[in-house]
């Protein structure tokens, strides 16, 4: 399994424009093990890494850690 990693990069609109966090996600294959919040570098690290994390309805960007 590789580690990848997955920004946020939905348009909200109407009542949900501006209040959603576009947080960047760590994955390890399917299983989401952690994310970044938007706006820091801090990783959060998962002590029980999630495979029910729903992609539906949001769109993302695969990026390299170095770009973060």
């Not at 501006?18 to 959060?44: C, D, M, W």
Request: proline share 3%.
């Amino acid at each position: 399994m590789s580690i990848y990693f997955m920004k946020e990069v939905t348009e909200w609109d109407g009542t949900w424009a501006g209040r959603v966090p576009q947080h960047t996600y760590i994955f390890n294959g399917s299983a989401l093990i952690g994310y970044i919040k938007e706006g820091t570098s801090e990783k959060i690290i998962f002590k029980n890494p999630s495979k029910k994390f729903d992609k539906r309805g949001r769109k993302f960007l695969k990026v390299k850690e170095g770009d973060l």
